[in-house]
């Protein structure tokens, strides 16, 4: 398995609230990833990182914000958490971004109520 | 935008009963198709990348093909471990970086 950690693992909160994931990674690779899942959407990417301090949105990022002070380390942050964030939230990572593929974390699962 | 539509949706096939998922595509400029493994509760697991048309990989019971337009995950006489949901995804030269997947299809070995 590809050395991801996820935290939390699950997550109950309340709506209103900020509420940070981690994503540590130990293949010390380049570019990271933040994915959430729902059913009938597939996965869908919330933002990506390049490097150190290096962030882009992706397809669906409004009502979150991520950081990646450390290779290893990228947050992911609900400012204000809504029940629509509501879903399952997975971390990957990759060598070399473009062309290659991508390898996955085993998610958190996030309710907000 | 890149678009990925993966059918059926769900599959339910007897042990040894082979068949074939498809995942049809459209991008800007293709840089790798991608198939992985879903098991229930857990994160997707990578199986093949594909970059070209008329290119084939294989793992075990299972064989990736691409074309302009599609690609197939062929699975020849499936086990009930073969049991899974699996996801194709695009990478394309344009836009975010990250991958375009597709919902799925859902498939279902019965011994």
């Known amino acids: 398995d590809a050395g991801i950690t996820q935290s939390p693992r699950h997550k109950v909160t309340e709506t209103g609230t900020p509420v940070t994931l981690r994503c540590h990674q130990t293949?010390?690779?380049?570019?990271m990833y933040w994915y959430r899942q729902d059913p009938g959407h597939g996965l869908r990417l919330i933002h990506y990182?390049?490097?150190?301090?290096?962030?882009d949105k992706g397809e669906v990022s409004d009502g979150y914000s991520v950081s990646r002070s450390k290779t290893e380390d990228f947050l992911l942050t609900l400012e204000s958490a809504t029940s629509s964030q509501t879903s399952v939230y997975f971390c990957?990572?990759?060598?070399?971004?473009?062309?290659?593929?991508?390898?996955f974390g085993q998610g958190t699962r996030l309710t907000v109520v | 935008e890149d678009q990925v539509t993966q059918s059926p949706e769900a599959l339910r096939l007897q042990e040894g009963e082979s068949s074939s998922l498809n995942c049809s595509y459209t991008?800007?400029?293709?840089?790798?198709l991608f198939w992985y493994r879903q098991d229930p509760g857990k994160g997707p697991e990578f199986l093949f990348t594909?970059?070209?048309a008329g290119e084939e990989k294989e793992k075990e019971r299972l064989k990736a093909t691409l074309t302009k337009k599609e690609s197939f995950l062929h699975i020849t006489a499936p086990k009930p471990e073969d049991s899974a949901t699996y996801l194709c995804a695009v990478r394309s030269g344009g836009g975010a970086d990250g991958l375009t997947f597709g919902k799925g299809t859902h498939l279902i070995i019965q011994p």
């Open positions: 991008v800007s400029g293709l840089r790798g």
């Open positions: 293949e010390n690779h380049r570019y």
């Open positions: 990182s390049y490097g150190v301090k290096d962030t």
């Open positions: 990957a990572i990759s060598p070399e971004g473009q062309n290659t593929e991508a390898f």
């Open positions: 594909l970059y070209s």
